[in-house]
């Protein structure tokens, strides 16, 4: 099967609940509810990974221009059969490209079981060269499971334009005891509850009536990694470059 690409710019935003809510009325003649989930809405639960030296954690917290993670994720509650996404997300300044692949929560477990520094074994997957590039970017930062992020999301797609995608992203929560993504999406909130993370997708840039929009209801770009700061809330202490978790508070984006 062809591998699954995505490549796209990203635009963040820190809301609050109110703006959320001024955005849905302006919003409703240009955007639609996105297909999966229930009017839009979903549960979204991710794996993450990391090493000892927290390598992912400095190369996102200090923005460097070239970037990845290592995830699988899951959408709503499933069982052990049920279907989970590997995924490499690569950054590069503000354009993101994607490479996944499809295959069962228990046949991702399996694999993370065997042995990190093994040749790769055979598994059932829909793309055996994605799963390569994921075993060979574990072996080469000796990547391990470290957590689990979930949130509940609101997604919405453009009317006349379906590249265009809004994300909103409720209730942020976090754990790092029990990193089975089939026992549900469970969790301590790691960002104030009045906070929802808004994300802009697009091929290019921003259509003008959104950008009117955004400007109307007062919100402002800020860079909200849910990866840094769940794992700032695990550990609660210093880290080796002077970072402490700080809960953000619900200031308009500020």
Known sequence: ????????????????TQQYEALMVQLLPHMRS?????????????????????????????KLKYRQKLRLRVY?????DGTAFFEVKQKHKKVVNKRRLRMTVREAYRYLAADL????????????????????????????????????????HGIDDPELRMTFDFKLRCRDENLQVQDGSYG????DPNIIILEVKVNDSLPLWLTRILQDVECEQRGASKFCTSIEKLTEKQLANGHVYQELLAAGGR
């Open 1 to 16: 099967m062809a591998i699954e690409i995505f490549r796209r710019r990203e635009q963040k935003y820190v809301i609050t």
């Open 34 to 62: 996105d297909k999966n989930g229930y009017e839009g809405k979903y549960t979204v639960s991710s794996l993450y990974f990391e090493n000892r030296d927290h390598g992912i954690y400095y190369e996102t917290k200090n």
């Open 76 to 80: 709503d509650e499933i069982d052990i």
């Open 117 to 156: 520094n093994e040749p790769l074994g055979e598994y059932e997957t829909t793309n055996n060269q994605v799963l390569r590039e994921i075993h060979y970017f574990r072996q080469l930062y000796q990547l391990y499971p470290e957590m689990i992020v979930s949130y509940d999301r609101h997604a919405l």
């Open 188 to 191: 301590e909130l790691f960002m």
